[in-house]
């Protein structure tokens, strides 16, 4: 059995809660300290959201349940009214995360049936030091930046790999299928990397400038374009003649993909091939036509690829 840190943070925060809650001799100490636990989520920035949403929506809480027990008593019915107009406009005002806690805290109206502004305070009290324990538990958060560099480093070897073969095994639709394997397993990993990466800009409170997480948007991108050529590879048996501008193409693109890379150079190439194969003499054949239309539709994936990433470079 596993337990992670979020778990840890929790069971050291809850009861500090309860501690200092007691201390100041609240009523109903407990809930902050299941407020706290309510309120530790994974990141820095999302438990700030968090806690600001539960003041929100404990004070339109507190408004309607005045109205509503004030009006028509501290019973059952009152509070069914209630919340039919809180659930609502809690979803409304987007503090659907705090119809709990705040529903709970109102109940403590209910069961005193009354709401003299010493409970009101008490309640508040509550919220504050549930939520307080609980930022003051994810102030610390592991810095997860090395290894993102580093699923970097392995996406950019893995995406070399893969458009090396693409290159060797031209014409060879039978070795097609475990290059998409390759890629789509590659996609799982660039996935959860883009993922690993929101939660490292979400544990920084002010706001960056994303760049991690983008750069793992791009590169997914660019391997579903991939996954594309490699449909039409799978169906490709043009001549060695055919295929040679774009096998070098490949192969100078496996050798100079980097992060820094541009790819404004092979952007030049693309340019140079699609020309010469404009100039060439039409084919004669119907299959011949064929090969060469998904040539050309090759080509342009591959330049989408590329300009996927050269535009990438120029919003750094």
Sequence with gaps: MKIGLRTIKTAVAAPIALLIASGLNLASPTSAAIITILTVTNTKRSTAKTALNRL??????TVLAGFCFLLFGFHPISFGLYLLLFIPLSI???????ISVSSVL?????????????????????????????????????NTEKKIQEDQLVVEV??????????????????????????????EFV????????????????????????Y??????QLNVLSDMLEILNRLTATPEDV??????LEFTAQTLSE?????????????????????????????????????????????????KAGFSRKK
């Design 191 to 214: 996935r959860a990397a883009q993922v690993q990466a929101q939660e490292f800009e979400e544990n920084r409170f002010f706001p960056g400038n994303n760049y991690y997480f983008e």
């Design 158 to 187: 893995s995406m070399k790999q893969i458009l090396g073969q693409m290159s060797a095994y031209l014409n060879q639709p039978d070795k097609e299928e475990l290059l998409r394997q390759e890629c789509l397993t590659l996609r």
């Design 106 to 142: 109102v109940t403590h109206y209910l069961a005193a049936g009354a709401m003299p502004l010493q409970l009101i305070v008490n309640e508040y009290l509550l919220l504050v030091i549930g939520v307080a324990c609980a930022l003051a538990a994810n102030l610390y958060m592991p």
């Design 56 to 61: 929100f929506s404990l004070t339109l809480a």
């Design 244 to 249: 040679g501008e774009l096998r070098e193409l």
């Design 92 to 98: 409304y005002f987007d503090l659907a995360d705090g």
């Design 260 to 308: 820094e890379n541009d790819g404004s150079a092979i952007l030049n190439k693309i340019a140079e091939t699609n020309q010469r194969y404009q100039q060439k003499k039409l084919p004669e054949s119907r299959q011949a036509f064929e090969e060469r239309a998904m040539l050309f539709q090759l080509f342009r994936l591959f330049q989408d690829f590329i300009e996927i």
């Design 216 to 221: 793992f948007a791009m590169r997914r991108l």
